[in-house]
């Protein structure tokens, strides 16, 4: 069956433009221009997969007179060997796939029970013996038994969008419409989340909105029609990543604002093509315009109907200004829970107010559940074991430490958010480059120190999830001790749930030490040790390892 197909470049100040592909030899069909700003053209082709490109007169100011073959900017696949873009066609139709999603009626879980693992999708599979170029979003589904006994129910992947190279971290993004092609293709992508649906495991991604890479198709057709000409901010030369899309540009002719077109293209597609759960949007601080911001969510949020949808603002140092109830996002990056809380368990330093904000966003005026995601670690950041080494800590001192900090970053208020190897004592520093890989050791976990923390953090997280009290924004810090280095808190909710936490920040241990001021007298399960503990005259006495912590539960 052959049917006419339909290829269109929106490029409304170039002059020329022709289409050529595998379907005509590369050789040129004529496009049409419109007065919507779109060359056309028609193509009869059978059903099946083609690749293709546009020979464009360059509008950019350095290539301008110059012929460029250039891939679609929509493109929505790239093929790994020749890097020109794909097309399929499927029933007389363009598709991006032929996959069919098996498990969209799975119920997912709500944004404030997210558990949260960060993850770079080949450094994720890297080690598993056999996975190739090409395959590491197939290879990554076979892992995701592992994540559910973790306890996992949400994945934010490093960003899976085309860009130049076989490796890197992908914040350099060429096609924004397209996986990238060293993963795996598109079917591979939608398959994997599937899988993650499956389970009921969310999928985040890393949107990157702020710049593409140097060499990006909307640059070569017509840079300033897109981009702002020089640096957004030229004040800030350290934070310039690639050129930067400009929210400020309006086309009077069309009544468009270009960027805002094309990127809303992009998040619409992703949520509705790829049925993403939430996006993690890089460089806020950089991308500066909050119009543009506001309009973005609601974009990606609307076409997500009635799933739930999850927008998280990585704006570094973290600001309250980016989050609801006055802000475009429902959750922002909390920069400084990692920074207070390594300083902590690493001993640089015992001071109760930043322990107590990184502890409770509130008291730097977060207002809501998810208003903060909470991490140890980062892609960007050193792994906690690192973090401790770095200070000469290491071995079982080491592991006692990490567990202290696993048990603040599940206890928090605010989500969770895992670095992938944290949970089970990865030390490897992150690359000093951005083009390198860092492939997980899972052989570590052939080691009773890292079998043991991952075992920790499958209890913590299964509390998490099981006790209401830690979904919601309240904290109470009813006990401190600053010669000790001893801090309490309770977390609540109005059903009667209970959750207090004790830690010691020191190098002493308490054989015997008295806890006033407890919450309430009665019943309590400690729920890392398995044992009862019964609370009198609002006191509790219990053992306290140095750098460790207990997690009470309340049991009317």
Known sequence: MVSPIEFSLFAPRVEKVALIGSFSDWQETSMTKGEDGYYRASVDLEDGVYQYKFRVLSKTEYLH?????VNDPYATEIDLNTQNGMMRVKDGEKVSTFY???????????NEELVIYEMHIADFVGEIEGVTLGQYFLAAIAKLDYLVELGINAIELMPVTEYTGNYRWGYLVRYFFAPESSYGNPEDLKKFIDECHARGIRVLIDGIYNHSDGESPLLKIDRDYWYYHDMHYPDDPDNFWGPEFNYDGYDETLDIKPAWKFIGDVVRYWVQEYHIDGIRYDAIRQLGNYDFLFWLTQEATKAAGNKPFYNIAEHIPEAICVTEPDGPFEGCWHESFRIFAIEHICS????????????DGKFQGFAGATSVVNYLASHDRERTL???????IFDEAAFQRARLGAVLLMTAMGLPMIWMGDEFGEYKRKTETTTQPNKLQWHLLEQNFNQDLLKYY??????????PAL???????FY????????????WNDMGSRVVVVANFSDQSFPEYQIPDFPEDGNWYEWLSDRQYQVENACLTTELKDFAAKVFIYQP
């Open 65 to 69: 007179g110059q012929w460029l073959d």
């Open 100 to 110: 069919e999603w098996q498990h969209d009626d799975k119920p997912l879980p709500a």
């Open 348 to 359: 640089d330093r015992f001071d109760l107010a930043k322990l107590k904000e990184a502890l």
């Open 386 to 392: 690192t973090e401790l080494g770095d200070r000469g």
């Open 458 to 467: 499958q209890k913590l997280i299964a509390l998490r999830k099981k006790i």
């Open 471 to 477: 979904q919601t924004r309240n904290v109470n810090f």
């Open 480 to 491: 401190e001790h600053i010669e000790n280095q001893i801090l309490a808190y309770v977390r």
